[in-house]
DNA sequence: TTGTAGGCGTTATCAT
DNA sequence: ATGATAACGCCTACAA
């Protein structure tokens, strides 16, 4: 790997004109610049990142951190991020949290270790408390996918997109309502608010399930789907979750929609590609992460006089065959 | 962030004991080695990886390029990769090939900038003209998920896997064969292979199906079932494409598997939870992460003197009710 | 056991 | 326009 430094001996000029002639910001004596072009492009020079972050500069590099890179949403959301950050020069640093805070936490160490110029990250849980440790950090950081007060975010409004799952299968007859999640979850204080709101006595309608066996709990909900009369509405935190329970509500013969309508969440292409067709709630993938990185990397490069960015996104609800009456 | 010469100026030391004590290799003054510790702990002592990797160190950072971080193999595999990284103090830094041996390319000069310690790579192509590029990496790198001639690699065999399923399918009475993927793939050629060795004339009984459109495919296949007499058995390069198929067919009434048998590859969790479930091939993603990435380090740390590396792991042909005769 | 000195490759500052 | 020089934070000699 060639240098600056050596590059100066080869054509005979100093080394920080060698670095002006390739930054080409500063103005040069045009023979001088193209003797050092010239030799930096045949010995094939590249600039070594690593040093030039060292004294103060950027690394350019953006830390992301996710809950799971192998749940489809985030894998997505992964790509979208990598192709804008490739596209600005950046490179992105990976870290995985496995839904697990201490985990999350030891990310700052080392996204401080790395000196990334930035972190785009993806929370476990969606409160400040949660994050009081990324309050260190001396680099811009946003979060992600979630909506978090005091902090900047970019995502779509999961509580609003509950209510309005509510509102849709509230609509298409259901009688009963089944949750497929954490009782956190702001899709299931939307999703609770919603049948509230459509005068539905959420105690007795309302059920929640979540259960780390994934068969298990399929078959308790297609049990307690049977033992009732009237329609289901169930609705999974997202698609993933809601195959099991697909595939144990066919197997037991349970009619899809008439008996119980579905809903996931992601809208990733599990549930286009679903036989049946599974309705899901679709966020703007590339939306966010085109959005997420720009605003970063304007933070990044920009006077810290950015105003904070609470940036909702439209969340739209894809009707397909499994809620569709 | 406090750097080792501010703790050597609060404490007393000189900087290079500083360093001794938080490295904890040579033998210091047991009472100057508290004082450095209680300061390093009370300011949060960070280590600086970027100066750390300047002077000829190491970054502990492993470089990942895949063509898709989006499908679920690719992302079960990064997840593997980034788990054990994480337990040898590595970092990942990804890239998306995109399918796209350009930017495949352009990898490399970004690995050289960052000064990664090593790479792993799956390749857009398995062959090693196509990656004369990466010869030019000062680091250890690898390939995984294929084997390349030449190339340190971890793999399965997708010719022996594309061979077990010609002869499953060919088992369960299938007469015509269709493939879908490129011509190219070695899944193809064993897949081809297997056909002829069980005495099947793949001219006439093998088709290849490989259309951007996958709606357009899906509805063109269904088609081609539907024309012929007597059982098809399909084999698609992974299970995201055999998604839209399994789609089209059950649509139109086709069935499965008594009509067409299906097979894809890299069972990922959606053909485990599809209806039907489908038969796919595994590949062992954790063993293969887990393996590439402690071959890895042991060529990072170890003596260049490390044997060339071919290793083939096992896949399991796992039959589901989309083959079950 | 410890400190001094030098260097990694770059950018920034200051003269010239 | 350009060259010296210093600095970034760390590690590896080498000397004491």
Redesign the pocket.
Known sequence: ?I???EI?RLT??????V??V??G?????P???RKVLECARQYG????M???G????RTNLLAVVVPDISNPFFADMIREIEHEAEKNQYTILIFNSDYNIEKEKKCVRLIQQYHADGLLLAPVRANAKALKDFQKLEVPWMVFSNCVEGVDSVFVSHRDAGKRVALHLAKTGAEYFFFIGEEHDPKYVGFREGLMEQGILVDQKLFRFWDREKERQAKEIVREVQERNGRIGIFAINDVELLPVVNALLLAGVRIPEKAALVGFDNTFISRRMTPNLSSVSQPVEEMGKYAVREMIGRICGKKSKPPCHKELLAELVIRDSSKL
Not at 25 to 29: E, I, P, R, Y
Not at 54 to 57: A, D, F, I, K, P
């Open positions: 790997m240098t600056t430094t100066a005979g000029v100093s080394q920080p004109t670095s002006r390739l930054n910001n500063a103005s040069v004596n023979e001088a610049a020079y590249q600039p070594n690593i040093a030039r060292l004294n103060g500069g």
